[in-house]
């Protein structure tokens, strides 16, 4: 079953790729501006259950599943990880776009949605107007500024890149196991809406699911990086403004500096830490909600 936010209708377009047709899938509702929404991992679409339905008031939301969850295409990974490269995903979500007819729009991503949405404002700067992204700092910076703190809260960085089908294997033999002590690690489950919690753990149930996640990883921890560091060479900068949020009790505000590690990839950055965790929609989706209205203006360009 998926999990279907209210109001919203449920869709899925078949696009090309060079690893064959990708079905994406997505959930769109409301009118307005285009806003495309991207979740994180281990998670789907979903999260945006609690934002949504009140953006859908102002604008034409895309709540879409990434290559490799949900109820997207899960192809198998190639042997450079390249299958599920931030670049492969984030032209599946512009190519997503562009079938809906929309050549310009805003951007909102979690985790690694926050990735593919750096990738798609970077690969495709005309159609991205305005970036917010939760709780990240730029992949390369946070590779590069590995410290003992950061590698012991974020051990899945680590676990999930080890070689097929090490992690794969693990996952497998106790998935709800496993992803209640990641999320859960903190501050629970609680904070999830049964019916999306019962999604996450069918995904992570699934070995196609965790074999394209454990993917995900290994091309951030190798494809993905050649791809940062190729724009940093070439002094590639974001253009549009990019506001980032992230959460005053996780790891990145206790490991990193948002604000400052963004200002190496962007020109104009703003932002600010949220009194929450790491799953700023589930969260505290209100105050999310002030600052997305906030920061997107209902007029394109403005």
């Not at 449920?10 to 790729?17: A, L, Y």
Request: overall charge negative; some cysteine.
């Amino acid at each position: 079953m998926t999990f279907l936010i209210p109001g919203f209708e449920k869709k899925s377009v078949c696009i090309e790729t060079n690893d064959g047709p990708i079905d994406i899938a997505y959930q769109i509702g409301g009118s307005g501006p285009p806003m495309l929404l991207l979740h994180g991992f281990p998670q789907t679409k979903a999260i945006w259950h609690r934002t949504a339905p009140e953006l859908a008031k102002h604008y034409t939301v895309i709540a879409s599943d990434l290559r490799g969850y949900g109820q997207s295409s899960r192809p198998h990974g190639k042997p450079d990880h390249s299958t599920y490269s931030k670049r492969a995903m984030a032209a599946d979500q512009h190519a997503l776009m562009s079938a809906l007819g929309y050549s310009q729009f805003f951007l909102v991503g979690h985790d690694r949605g926050g990735r593919v949405s750096h990738r798609l404002a970077m690969d495709f700067p005309e159609s991205v107007l305005r970036l917010m992204v939760l709780d990240i700092s730029p992949t390369l910076n946070m590779y590069e500024s590995t410290t003992q703190q950061f590698a012991t809260g974020y051990w899945h960085w680590f676990f999930l890149i080890q070689p097929e089908p090490i992690p794969e294997a693990m996952i497998g033999s106790n998935p709800e196991f496993w992803i209640q002590n990641h999320m859960g690690r903190y501050a629970g489950t609680g904070v999830f809406e049964k019916a999306c919690w019962s999604e996450y753990v069918d995904q992570i149930s699934d070995p196609k699911s965790v074999h394209a996640m454990c993917e995900d990883y290994r091309a951030a921890a190798s494809i993905d990086l050649e791809h940062d560091r190729a724009d940093r060479q070439m002094e590639k900068m974001l253009q549009m403004p990019v506001h980032v949020l992230w959460g005053e009790h996780g790891l990145v505000n206790a490991c990193f500096s948002p604000i400052h590690d963004w200002q190496a990839v962007a020109k104009e950055v703003s932002g600010k830490s949220l009194p929450c965790g790491h799953y700023i929609p589930e969260e505290l989706p209100n105050d999310l909600l002030s600052e997305i209205k906030a920061f997107f203006p209902l007029g394109l360009g403005e």
